[in-house]
C-alpha cells in the first residue's frame, strides 16, 4: 500500500463504435502484443456474430455474458498458527469484471482451431447462456467458498 493513500483507478475511454467501457476492456483483453486494431475487429466481429445468434443488442449480449460469469465470492489464503486457510471474501466490482473478462478470453483462447471472432462469438454466446469455461470458472470458485465458509469468520 502507498503511503499516499490508494491510488485512483485509470479511466478507459470508450470504444468509438458501441461507446462502451465494457468493449474496450474487452478489447484490451484480447489485445496481443499491442495490436489494438486486429483486437478491435476481432471483438467487434465476435459481437456481431453473438447478436445475430441471439437476436439481441450486442451490448446486452456483452453484459449479460459478463453478468453471468461474475464470481460473487472466492477464496483467499490465510496463515493461522502455522496453518494455511482459504478464507471465502466477497469480490470487489472491478475484481470481478476482469475476472469474468478473463475467463471470457481464456475459454474462447482455449477452443479448437478456427477464427478467434468465431471462437469468442461462441463463448460469448455460452456465457450469455452461462455455460461454457468461463461460468463454469465461476462456479468452481463458488463450489470452494461454499465448501470453505466455515471459515468466514476468520476473514480480516
Same mark, same amino acid.
Given at each position: 500500500?502507498p503511503?499516499g493513500?490508494?491510488p485512483?483507478?485509470?479511466?478507459?475511454p470508450?470504444?468509438?463504435?458501441?461507446?462502451?467501457?465494457l468493449v474496450a476492456?474487452?478489447i484490451?483483453?484480447?489485445?496481443i502484443?499491442?495490436?489494438?486494431s486486429k483486437? /478491435? +475487429?476481432?471483438?467487434?466481429?465476435? @459481437?456481431?456474430? $453473438?447478436s445475430?445468434?441471439?437476436?439481441?443488442?450486442?451490448?446486452a449480449?456483452?453484459?449479460?455474458a459478463?453478468?453471468?460469469t461474475?464470481?460473487?465470492v472466492?477464496?483467499?489464503?490465510?496463515?493461522?498458527g502455522?496453518a494455511v486457510y482459504q478464507?471465502?471474501?466477497?469480490v470487489p466490482?472491478?475484481?470481478a469484471?476482469?475476472?469474468a473478462?478473463?475467463?471470457?478470453?481464456?475459454g474462447a483462447?482455449?477452443?479448437?482451431?478456427?477464427?478467434? /471472432? +468465431?471462437?469468442?462469438?461462441a463463448? @460469448?454466446?455460452d $456465457?450469455y447462456?452461462g455455460?461454457g469455461?468461463a461460468?463454469?470458472r465461476r462456479?468452481e470458485?463458488?463450489?470452494m467458498?461454499e465448501?470453505?465458509k466455515a471459515?468466514?469468520h476468520?476473514?480480516?
Open positions: 500500500m503511503r493513500g490508494s485512483t483507478p485509470r479511466t478507459i470508450a470504444d468509438p463504435i458501441y461507446g462502451s467501457t476492456k474487452l484490451n483483453k484480447i489485445m502484443g499491442g495490436k489494438k483486437a /478491435e +475487429k476481432i471483438v467487434y466481429e465476435a @459481437l456481431r456474430i $453473438a445475430e445468434q441471439l437476436n439481441e443488442d450486442p451490448i449480449v456483452l453484459t449479460k459478463i453478468e453471468n461474475k464470481p460473487l472466492e477464496t483467499r489464503s490465510r496463515r493461522i502455522g478464507i471465502p471474501v466477497e466490482e472491478r475484481r469484471l476482469a475476472l473478462l478473463r475467463w471470457i478470453v481464456n483462447r482455449d477452443r479448437g482451431a478456427g477464427e478467434m /471472432e +468465431k471462437k469468442l462469438a463463448e @460469448l454466446v $456465457a447462456k455455460q469455461y461460468a463454469k462456479e470458485i463458488h463450489r467458498a465448501a470453505n471459515f468466514a476468520l476473514r480480516w
